[in-house]
C-alpha cells in the first residue's frame, strides 16, 4: 500500500470527487462507433467519437500554447510516456513502437529526440486536433492504453523558440544559454523541421557531512561545497518527402556535443586527523550523432517500409580526487580514473504492413548491431606532483553484440466494443567481448504480446495485456571501473546475460465529464536473470544475474478541472505512483527489495488560466522517495528532498511572447546522503563508520520566454 505521508490528506478531496465519478452509472452506446471526422470540431469542447475522444484547437486557446507539447500536456489526466532522448542506446533496437504519442498516425521513428522535443518543435497553429484513442485499436504493433494522436498539417513556414534561465542563492552559477529554436514548414513535396538547442543545467549544494563509528563517536566532519554544469548544444533535422503513387521518406539527423562539469570541495576535520582540504573533479566530455531515416511504398496488397540506423556516442570521462593537508610536511595524496569509450549501434528493419481475414497484419525483420570500445586507466598521485599509472587491465576491452529478429503481430476488431492485439517473435544474439576477460555467447530467446482493449461506454475503457520482454544490457558493467568519491568499486563481468520478463498490466481510462479525466495503471513483472549487484567468489562485487526477481508498479493520474463548480480556468493535475521490489538478497538470501531507483512519488499540480486576461498562475508539490542500494560492504540511501514545491506567475501575450517567471524548492529539499560501511562483507561484518550527509539546496528561480515567428 501507499506510504502516508503529509501530503495524504492534501488530496483526499480530490480522490472523493475522482473516486465519486468512477462510481456513477455510465450510459451504454447503441450505436457503431464511428471513425473520427477528418475536419476538426468548430467548438471548443472535446468531441467523443467512436473508440476515442478529439479535442480541436479551441480547446487549447486558453493556455496560449506556442506548439503542440504545450497542446497535448494540457489533455486532461494524459502523460506522454515511451520514446527516445538523452542520448545513447534508449531501449533494445528499434522494435515495435513502445512511446503513446504518434502524429498523423505514424510512430515517430528517432531515437536521439524525445517525444517531448519533436511535439515542441510543431507549432501550435498547425494542430489540427488531438486524438486521444485506444492503442489495441491501432495497426502500429506495440501500442496498448491511451494513445495520442496529434494531427498536422504543416503548411507554410512558421517557427518556434524558448529561452530558458536560471539562478540559485548558493554558489551555483546562473543559467543564461537554454532554449531552442526551431523552423518547420513544406515547400513542394518536401516538409521539414530544423532545430538549435542546448540543455543548460547548473546545479550544486553546500552543507556538512558527518561520519561516526558504530557507536556514535565522531570520527570525521567534512564541510563541503560542491556545484556543477551540464551543456548539451545540439542541431536536429527531420526532413519528409512525398514522391506520389503513395510512397513517401523520411531522414532524421542529428548531432550533439555534451559537457559536463562537477567541482566539489570538502574541508576535513576529526579528532585523530590533521586537517586537509580534498578536491574532486569529476568532467565528461564528448560528442553524439544519429542518421536515420526510412521509405515505405505499397507492395502487393500491404505497405512495405524500410528502416535503417547508424548512431555513435564517443565520451571521454576522468574523476581526481587530491588531499591537500594543513601540515604542508604531511606528502598530499591522490587518485585519478579516466575513461575513453567509443559506442555505436546499427540498425536495419523491414516491416510489411497488409490486412487479411478482417484483421490488420504485420510482419518484421531486424537486424541490430552494438558495440562499446572502452580504454580505462587508474593513475595514484606521486610525491612530485604528477599521477603515475597503475596496472588496470580489467577496465579495457570491448563488447559487441550481433541480434536479429524476427516477429508477426495483428490488430483486430472482435466486436464493436473489443479489439485484440497480438504479436509474437523471436530473438537470436551473440554477445562477444574483447580484452582480458575475453568471451563469447549466443542466445535464443521467444518474446511476444497479447493485449486486449474493452470499451464499457463511451469514455471508459479498459485495457489489459501480457507480454514477453528481453532486457537490454549495459555493455560498461561487462568491464570494471571505480568510483573514486566513494571509495567503491565494480568489478568486470563476463558472464552476464540479458534478462527475461512477463510482464501482466492493466490500464483503466474514464473521462469524468466537464470534471476532468482520470487514469489508474497496475503493472506485475516476474524477472529471470535480474540484473544487479553480486558478490564475487574471490572478493568484490560486480553487475551480475540473479535467478529471479518481481516487481509491482501502480499509478494513478487524474486531472481536475474547477469550472463545474464556477471556478472557471481552474484545474489540478494528481500523480500517484507507487512501485515495489522482491529480490534474494545474494549476499544475506533474504528478501529485499530493489536497489536504487524511486518507489514512491505524489505531484499535485495547479493551474488558473485568468478569465478574460492573459494571466496565469500556479503551482505544485512533489514528494519523492527513493530506495538504499545495497553493496557488498555497505547499505546506503541517496535522496534529493524529499519534497518540493513551487509557484509560478506567467503572462501569454506579453509584447507577442509568452513570459514565465517560477519559483522552486521552496519547503527547502536538500540533498540527502546516508551510508553504512562495514569492515567486511555486511552479513558478518562490523560496522566501520556511518556517513550522513546533509546539504543545502536552496531556492530555485527560473524564467523562460518562448513565442512564434
Known sequence: MIARTPYTRTVASALAISVGLWAAPVQAQDSEPQEIDQAAPADAAPQASGRGTTYPPAYFERYGPRNALEMLNRVPGFQISGGGGGGGNNGRGLGQADENVIVNGQ????KSDSVQDQLQRIPAKDVLRIEIVDGTALDIPGLSGQVANVVVDLSGVAGTFNW?????????????????????????????????????????????????DGDGNLLQAEDTVFTGGIDRPTATANLGYDFGSDVTATL????????FDRFEDEAISGPALDPFLRAIRTAEDGYEYE?????????????????????????????????LFDDTTIIPTGSRFTRADGSGERIARAEY??????????????????????????FELAPDGSFTELDFPEGTGGVRESRYEIAASFSRALTDRLSLQATGGYEFSTIKQTGSAANQRSFSRPKGEVSLSWQVAQGFDVTAAIERRVGQLSFGDFLARVFLDDGNANAGNNELVP?????????????LGEWG??????????????VDLIPLPGGGEARGNIDKARRTEMEWTTTLLMDPIGWTGAQFDIRLEYEEGEVVDPLTGELRDFSNGRDRELEIDFRHDVPGTDFAYGGGVQYNRDRPYFRLREIGREQDGPTFANVFVEHKDLLGLTVRATAANLFGGR???????????RDEGRIAFIEDRSRRIGPIFRFSVSGNF
Open 499 to 511: 534478462s527475461q520478463t512477463w510482464e501482466a498490466r492493466i490500464e483503466v481510462n474514464k473521462t
Open 164 to 212: 530558458e534561465g536560471g539562478f540559485r542563492t548558493t554558489a551555483v552559477d546562473p543559467e543564461w544559454y537554454g532554449g531552442e529554436i526551431s523552423v518547420a514548414g513544406t515547400t513542394g513535396a518536401l516538409n521539414y523541421t530544423l532545430a538549435l538547442s542546448n540543455n543548460n543545467n547548473r546545479f550544486g549544494a553546500e552543507g556538512p557531512t558527518l561520519i561516526v
Open 252 to 259: 532524421n539527423l542529428s548531432y550533439t556535443r555534451s559537457y
Open 291 to 323: 542518421i536515420g531515416g526510412d521509405v515505405t511504398f505499397p507492395i502487393g496488397a500491404g505497405r512495405l517500409k524500410l528502416i535503417g540506423l547508424e548512431s555513435y556516442d564517443d565520451e571521454d570521462f576522468g574523476q581526481t580526487v587530491t588531499s
Open 107 to 110: 510512430r515517430l521513428s528517432s
Open 671 to 681: 540533498d540527502r546522503f546516508v551510508r553504512t560501511v562495514y569492515d567486511g562483507p
Open 517 to 530: 479525466s482520470t487514469t489508474f495503471f497496475y503493472e506485475q513483472r516476474w524477472i529471470e536473470d535480474f
Open 353 to 378: 504492413n497488409f490486412p487479411l481475414w478482417e484483421a490488420d497484419w504485420q510482419i518484421s525483420g531486424e537486424a541490430a548491431f552494438n558495440r562499446l570500445n572502452r580504454v580505462s586507466g587508474l
